[in-house]
């Protein structure tokens, strides 16, 4: 069973700690042109969150119906389900495409952005979903490929893609200059675009990685959906939209969430804005254990479901949680001891370095928690149970974190230590709602009576 975990796991573990790289260097390289333009770029990051989440939630309600098709041997049934998540593409894309594009010049009015940076922040934020039909086929086409058991095919595109992102980064932020390399003085080639120039790279990667995951999914031996009508099918959209449907609400909720909250946060200056988005930055590097894991406990427990495997259900769970605290043990204890050396990547400025240092530290604490919510959760969407996860997430996203961050922002003129402390309880209050939900097993389709 650990053997099987870790090979679903590691290629998702790969991709999105390939991810977090980038955005290591993407926010490193932006950092570099100043605070404001840091604030620039992290000004709309919540809203990327939004959009980015949405779509996944979508693709959850794929994942649970294909792995299951796929657990009881049911090829053809899971293959139709391909073809309908090759539709929904096509109608999100678009819809998405044109909200993002029509709304760019108001997202940083919305979230509160220093007018200096408004701008600047809007240009980013149009170039960044002008190829937003292509980042919804990256999204949708990975989960499915990932529900089919195969996580290398959406690793090496992510791969793909971050290179291409990087090589770009360096072309477009950069104006021509001239480095020393091994003795030797060498030209490089710039345009100098700045903020722009990092949009620029980001949108062509992204034009990329659709492309190549599409066609990797077109020639997939088990679920490619080449010569199967696109035409909507109620008997495989209305139990996949069932599914998704709440994790959706959950996901646009807490991720509305996280734009009040970052609003709320950009409310506070400059310094406080690009400590925070620093720190998300840092942070991100070390959930990758928990979402690698999480994607392969909802993949295995969608084909134990669909067999009908009581035993194999008992050994997965029995196996999953363990591992999943003790990495998320690992990864916080990590961040605890290296965060001022990794704020320090992204920002010279003593006051960024402190503040982004103690938030992290904070958090660090509570990542074996987090982890626990994180993989139950996981278990929970691959059975096809996401009522449950939606309440959870809605109640400590509003309840106590944004209520939470707002008395004692506004009403009490604290500053962003307090508002990641609201965070930290958020986790701590899904962790205790996960462990109730886990211990009574009605999460569990297969449990005994």
């Known amino acids: 069973m650990i053997g099987i975990i870790w090979r679903l796991a590691w290629p998702t573990m790969l991709e999105q700690l390939m991810q977090t790289a980038v955005q290591y260097i993407d926010t490193a390289m932006v950092g570099s042109l100043g605070t404001e333009a840091t604030a620039a770029v992290g000004a709309t990051t919540t809203v990327n969150w939004l959009i ?14 294909i792995a299951q098709a796929l657990g009881a041997r049911q090829r053809d049934t899971a293959r139709r389900a391909v073809a309908q998540t090759v539709l929904m593409t096509l109608l999100v894309g678009t819809l998405f495409t044109v909200l993002t594009l029509s709304l ?17 922040a809007a240009e980013y934020f149009f170039i960044l979903y002008l190829p937003m039909l292509p980042r919804t ?4 086409f990975g989960t499915v490929l990932r529900a089919a058991g195969d996580t290398k095919a959406p690793m090496k595109v992510g791969v793909a893609v971050n290179l291409i992102n990087v ?6 932020i950069y ?3 001239t480095v020393s390399l091994f003795g030797w003085e060498v030209t490089l080639f710039g345009t100098g675009w700045g903020v722009i120039g990092a949009a620029i790279a980001s ?7 659709g492309v ?12 490619s959906p080449r010569g199967l009508s696109l035409r909507p099918d109620s008997s495989i959209l209305r139990p996949c939209l069932k599914v998704a449907l709440p994790n959706m609400l959950q996901r646009f909720g807490t991720s509305l969430g996280y734009v009040a909250f970052a609003s709320l946060i950009n409310a506070l200056g400059d310094v406080a804005t690009a400590a925070h988005t620093i720190a998300n930055t840092v942070e991100s590097a070390f959930y990758i254990p928990g979402y690698g894991m999480q994607t392969a406990a909802a993949t295995l427990a969608g084909n134990a479901c669909g067999a009908r495997d009581k035993a194999g259900m008992r050994r997965m769970t029995a196996r999953f949680i363990p591992l999943e605290i003790g990495l998320m043990a690992v990864s916080g204890g990590v961040l605890f001891v290296t965060a001022p050396w990794l704020v320090s990547l992204f920002s010279d400025s003593p006051a960024v370095i402190t503040l982004g240092t103690t938030v992290l530290r904070m958090v660090a604490v509570s990542e074996p928690f987090y982890g626990f919510s994180i993989i139950v959760e996981g278990l929970m969407m691959g059975v096809g149970k996401t009522r449950a996860p939606f309440v959870y997430n809605l109640l400590g996203m509003w309840a106590v974190r944004i209520v939470g961050t707002y008395l004692c922002t506004t009403l009490y003129s604290g500053g962003l230590i307090s508002a990641w402390a609201c965070m930290i309880a958020h986790n701590l209050l899904l962790f205790v709602l996960f462990l109730i939900t886990y211990l009574r097993g ?8």
């Open 175 to 177: 104006p021509t200059r």
């Open 212 to 223: 190549c995951i599409t066609a990797a999914l077109w020639r997939h031996g088990e679920v």
């Open 442 to 449: 009605r999460w569990n389709p297969l449990r005994e009576p």
């Open 52 to 65: 980015n989440s949405s779509i996944s939630a979508l693709g959850v309600g794929f994942l649970s119906f």
């Open 167 to 172: 090589a770009l980064n360096f072309l477009f």
């Open 137 to 140: 086929a990256t999204i949708l």
């Open 203 to 209: 949108a062509i990667a992204f034009t990329v990685g």
């Open 104 to 120: 760019s010049g108001y997202i940083p009015v919305w979230m509160q952005a220093d007018p200096a940076i408004r701008k600047t």
